[in-house]
Nanobody, 118 residues
Framework: QVRIVESGGGLVQPGGSLRLSCVAS????????MTWYRQRPGEERELVGG????????NIQDSVKGRFSISKDDAKSTVYLQMNSLKPEDTAVYYC???????????WGQGTQVTVSQ
């Protein structure tokens, strides 16, 4: 059974950092595109970025490029979203999604809340 669990969210001051983790049990993360999304209050869910199955390619949206980065540890089935220089507009629920490279099956986590505020 596939289970996607995000953690690491919380309250942080502007300019601070957080590292979110996404543990993907029941899958081989080398065969999945692992992505991070966020949903800000009152807005649609949007893509933040992703990392290839081989881990050799990452894509980060322009809105967070230079501040956010994605990495993974396949041995731990874990994907990370490192967020630096956080801004109040980064406040959102952050979700992890696994997409099976060969068939497109998708699995979502339940999300973790990030709040950037004084």
């Amino acid at each position: 059974q596939v289970r996607i669990v995000e953690s690491g969210g919380g309250l942080v001051q502007p300019g601070g950092s957080l590292r979110l983790s996404c543990v993907a049990s029941g899958i081989d993360t080398t065969k999945y595109l692992m992505t991070w999304y966020r949903q800000r209050p009152g807005e649609e869910r949007e893509l933040v970025g992703g990392i290839s199955g081989a881990g050799d390619r990452t894509n980060i949206q322009d809105s967070v490029k230079g501040r956010f980065s994605i990495s993974k540890d396949d041995a731990k089935s874990t994907v990370y979203l490192q967020m630096n220089s956080l801004k109040p507009e980064d406040t959102a629920v952050y979700y992890c999604k696994a997409v099976y490279i060969f068939a497109g099956n998708e699995y979502w986590g339940q999300g973790t809340q990030v709040t950037v505020s004084q």
